[in-house]
């Protein structure tokens, strides 16, 4: 069996996390390498420096023995190397074979040669046993048929070596059989596959072999055969919980918030509670439908039906207005993106969700505002040199406190954290932690989606976890472990029908 | 123009030092100009009279810039506002001549900017068409119906015999109080300072900015960015018409032609005065004084006796010039940015 491709001692730091430290990993033509880990272990980061996206910080990659050094993608797929992406690359408006020969289209002179175009597709696309009309355009294919057109353009690359990211989360049973096909038919071809999944049920079909990755770090490479699925979840979660989050002992109320039947094109949940100061961790993967249960729950999104009881009285919940009246706030994912106006001052978006209270008859209270932009500053130590410093230039902890604050002016009742942590430092992490425990004393009703297991485990009274937009388990924190989390995760069990 | 200045001191405008060095960059270019000019013309250019016709000149494109400088705060831009002018002033001048008292009638032709601006809103917001399309759409439109509302001709309000009612239009398109100021000069600085406050005291100011900064993370707040939106269109509409009014009632006599090409002179004079094409920044004293550097360009080259097309050429590169320096000015500030370190995290 000849190597393909050998990356030794890799590492790789971004400002402030080191996303990768020492990891090797190998692969042979004709074989499919599973790579396993959490979110966030760097499976993606490894993949796009294999592929030119980032350039590794020490390490060595060899291809077919000799030592090569990847740039840009460009020199990527000059050495054989393409990735396909969970989020495709294509151009939806032109043809499949435009696609394809994207750039490198047979020519006669300054013409495109048509016939020739559409007979080099055709042979690709003969060779992997596709029925795709080359002439298609791209965005009339389904999501799957588009991932064949992405396989197909390695192909034309000739390349060795194929990454693929997470090929499956998006595809049907049917359609999962038909790229296993299709991968049978490149492993016989000689071309090596990295392979990235959650699924880990699904990759016994196909695996060779399987390297872990946990936080970075390099945990071994095994013969698929030789583990188990158990074993497999063990090596991605297998350390031990630190000392990161404050003891405490919470005071746990009546039940404060319940929804029912909530039912959207991304969420099917049927049950879930809190009571008051206590915190509901909802665990899942990536795409399990976290984010879009919570929006549902805040009115961001459109749901088909939903029963919400607060108090226990039955509120409609129709818009983010009726939410935050009714005393329910979310805190997003992404502060950047949807939490902060990073132009705009700490004050204007402490205020932000508050305005309407700092109004008389329209006009803004300035004196009011500021008050009450010190009065959060103050209490959850915001570092600022001023609350008209624009929020963009502050740090990740303090960005998160900002966002949070914009919620604690209104009288909140039940608050919703999606990722509370991510992307700050461990010191911002506990006063986040210490801040969600002040809360939780004071009766808040609070909800934490956290793709960080520690986190969930170290923080959460009761865990709901999530699969296919459906709660697939609920643990209480005695019995709750990585390994069942995890399990619950993948759909390796689901208890049908349990509600949080 | 000098009386923008006092108004700065007055309102206090300024929100931030990178806004304040925005405008004093404006109002320094706006002095360099009329020194520039003076020195070349021997003085003729700062005598008063002259200064006065700039400033009663600058008055629609400055009326028009204030509802433009709401729209692109939306990071939206309305491309219609030039046939609302012509729009709004026709059907007031329409209303006089079919017998409306001149208030009633500067009523009607308001109210025919709000609704134009309702449907651009409407537009965006509902359906969801971008704001270029959207209004490049009505544009034709509004264009269309001042036309037909003309029947292809000007609708004078001389033509209607009636020595009173023309000289109390014409005093409010050119008439002088206080001795030599013009009103519609007088009419424009009372918007600006209205339209000011609310950009600056107001929830909906805040709103505005808010929603024009990060659209999701406003609408996540509980803001109705629907409303918010809507808002601005429409008052972009109303003084869309005011200034077709005023331009109207100087003339005694609406144009069907109007304040053709307007637009891109109130979208100009915004951006000059510091507001973003992007949304989320930007202020009305901006806009005044980007208007005056529009008005005194205009005025001097042609005292200077330059030729009109290299007018153009010049007012052109100028415009060019002024968004280029905002946005590189916006990218060295993302890209200088260092966060604040945070103390807690070395306990």
């Given amino acids: 069996m000849t ?92 043809t499949v074979a435009d696609n394809i020969w994207l750039d490198r289209q047979p020519k006669t002179g300054p013409f495109v040669d048509d016939k020739k175009l559409i007979e080099k597709t055709q042979q690709i696309l003969d060779e992997l046993g596709l029925s795709i009309n080359p002439k298609a355009l791209v965005r009339s294919l389904s999501v799957a048929e588009q991932q064949m057109v992405e396989i197909a353009k390695a192909i034309s690359f000739n390349s060795k070596i194929l990454i693929l990211d997470e090929p499956t989360a998006a595809l049907t049973q049917s ?14 071809k000689g071309v090596g596959m990295v392979y990235i999944s959650h699924r880990l049920e699904e990759l016994a079909r196909i695996a060779d072999r399987v390297s872990v990755i946990r936080d970075g770090e390099y945990i071994g490479t095994y013969p698929y055969k030789e583990v188990t699925i158990d074993t497999l979840v063990h090596l991605m979660v297998g350390r031990e919980l630190n000392n990161k989050y404050p003891v405490y002992q919470r005071k746990i109320g009546n039940v404060l918030f319940e929804a029912r039947n909530i039912a959207s094109n991304k969420v099917d949940v049927e049950h879930i509670q809190v009571h008051a100061g206590e915190i509901l961790g909802i665990a899942g993967l990536m795409g399990a439908g976290r984010t879009e249960l919570a929006r549902a729950i805040f009115g961001a999104d459109k749901t088909f039906h939903k029963e919400v009881f607060v108090d226990g009285k039955l509120v409609e919940i129709n818009s983010i207005t009726s939410a935050i009246k009714n005393g329910i706030g979310y805190i997003t994912e992404d502060r950047k993106k949807d939490g902060l106006a990073l132009n705009m001052t700490v004050e204007r978006n402490v205020n932000m969700a508050f305005i309407s209270n700092l109004c008389k008859k329209g006009f803004v209270n300035e004196s009011a505002a500021k008050t009450n932009a010190d009065k959060y500053i103050n209490s959850l130590r915001i570092k600022t040199p001023s609350m008209f410093q624009k929020t963009r230039n502050l740090s990740g902890g303090n960005q998160q406190k900002i966002v949070l604050a914009k919620w604690l002016c209104n009288d909140i009742k039940v608050l919703i954290f999606d990722e509370p942590t991510r992307g700050i430092d461990v010191g911002a992490k506990y006063e986040i932690y210490e801040l969600m425990n002040r809360l939780s004393d004071n009766g808040v009703a609070i909800i934490m989606i956290s793709s960080d297991l520690q986190e969930i485990l170290g923080m959460s009274d009761r865990i709901a976890v999530m699969c296919n937009g459906r709660i697939s388990g609920v643990l209480n924190r005695e019995e709750a472990t990585q390994e069942k989390i995890l399990r619950y995760a993948t759909g390796l069990c689901d208890e049908e029908g349990k509600g949080a | 123009m000098m009386s923008s200045k006092v108004e700065t001191a007055k309102n206090g405008l300024f929100k931030n030092r990178s806004e304040f060095l925005q405008k004093f960059l404006a109002f320094g270019v706006l002095i360099f100009l009329c020194i520039f000019f003076g020195v070349l013309t021997g003085g003729n250019f700062l005598q008063i009279d002259n200064l006065l016709t700039i400033a009663l000149q600058v008055t629609p494109y400055a009326i028009l810039g204030f509802g433009l400088t709401f729209v692109l705060i939306t990071g939206g831009t309305d491309l219609s506002a030039g046939s609302v002018l012509g729009f709004g002033g026709i059907v007031c001048a329409k209303a006089i001549t079919l017998g409306f008292s001149i208030p009633v009638a500067i009523l009607i032709g308001i109210l025919t900017g709000v609704l134009a601006g309702l449907i651009n809103g409407l537009f965006i917001t509902k359906l969801n068409v971008t704001p270029f399309i959207a209004t490049l759409g009505t544009q034709y439109a509004f264009r269309g119906l001042t036309q037909l509302v003309g029947q292809g001709k000007p609708v004078s309000i001389r033509a209607l015999g009636d020595e009173q009612i023309t000289k109390v239009f014409q005093f409010m398109g050119g008439g002088t109080v206080f001795g030599k100021i013009p009103f519609p000069t007088i009419i424009m600085l009372i918007t ?41 269109y429409i008052i972009c509409g109303a003084t869309s018409a005011m200034a077709g009014i005023l331009l109207a009632a100087r003339l005694a006599s609406a144009q069907s032609n109007a304040g053709s090409g307007y637009e891109l002179e109130g979208i100009a004079a915004a951006v000059i005065g510091g507001t973003s094409v992007i949304g989320g920044e930007g202020g009305i004293l901006g806009t005044v ?39 590189s000015r916006r990218k060295k500030q993302a890209e200088s940015i260092k966060p604040v370190k945070n103390c807690e995290s070395s306990k």
């Fill in chain 1, 3 to 94: 190597e393909l491709l050998r990356m030794c001692g890799i590492s790789k730091s971004f400002p402030g996390v080191r996303a990768l430290s020492n990891v090797s990993l190998s692969l042979n033509a004709g074989e499919v390498h599973a790579l396993c880990g959490e979110n966030g272990a760097g499976k993606s980061t490894l993949m796009k420096i294999l592929s030119g996206v980032h350039q590794a910080d020490e390490g060595d990659i060899f291809i077919e023995g000799k030592k090569v050094s990847i740039d840009n993608t460009k020199k990527a797929q000059q050495l054989g190397i393409s990735i396909i992406f969970q989020e495709f690359n294509l151009c939806p408006h032109l």
């Fill in chain 1, 175 to 188: 359609e999962i059989d038909s790229l296993f096909n299709i991968i049978y038919k490149l492993k016989a």
């Fill in chain 2, 192 to 232: 600006a300072t209205i339209l000011g406050i609310v950009l600056s005291k107001t929830g909906y100011g805040r709103r505005l900015f808010a929603v024009g900064s990060n659209e999701e993370a406003a609408r996540l707040s509980g803001i109705n960015v629907v409303k918010t939106k809507l808002t601005a």
């Fill in chain 2, 289 to 327: 004084i980007g208007a005056f550097v529009m008005g005194v360009l205009r005025n001097g080259l042609n005292l200077l006796k330059v030729d009109a097309f290299v007018q153009m050429v010049i007012i052109g590169t100028i415009i060019v010039l002024g968004v280029w320096y905002d946005t």
